[in-house]
């Protein structure tokens, strides 16, 4: 059994800055990508950021200068660094963990990340 755990998040004025973090427990294989997807009010969940334990890197473009990903391979952990944030931000931000084989795809419970003008 595979378990994310996210922390991080809350409210912050534009123009700041929040990092959230991801811890997977369990049984994680590699090759996987870990990474970060958000979901706004009325909006279908997109993908933020994720990072592949071969170290690629895949960013969506409104977040690419501001947004940083990194994870340790050893510790099953992803972060994400936000900077100058803006209220278009805001979003349930959820951790993902996609392994290649056996083929499993596995969800944080989410967490709020509210911009505020």
């Known amino acids: 059994q595979v378990q994310l755990v996210e922390s991080g998040g809350g409210l912050v004025q534009a123009g700041g800055s929040l990092r959230l973090s991801c811890a997977a427990s369990?049984?994680?294989?590699?090759?996987?990508?870990m990474g970060w997807y958000r979901q706004a009010p009325g909006k279908q969940r997109e993908l933020v950021a994720t990072?592949?334990?071969?170290?690629?890197?895949n960013y969506a473009d409104s977040v690419k200068g501001r947004f940083t990903i990194s994870r340790d391979n050893a510790k099953n952990t992803v972060n994400l660094q936000m900077n100058s944030l803006k209220p278009e931000d805001t979003a349930v931000y959820y951790c993902?963990?996609?392994?290649?084989?056996?083929?499993?795809?596995?969800w944080g419970q989410g967490t709020q990340v509210t911009v505020s003008s």
């Open positions: 993902n963990l996609d392994i290649v084989l056996p083929k499993r795809d596995y």
């Open positions: 369990g049984s994680i294989f590699r090759p996987n990508t």
């Open positions: 990072r592949s334990s071969g170290g690629a890197t």
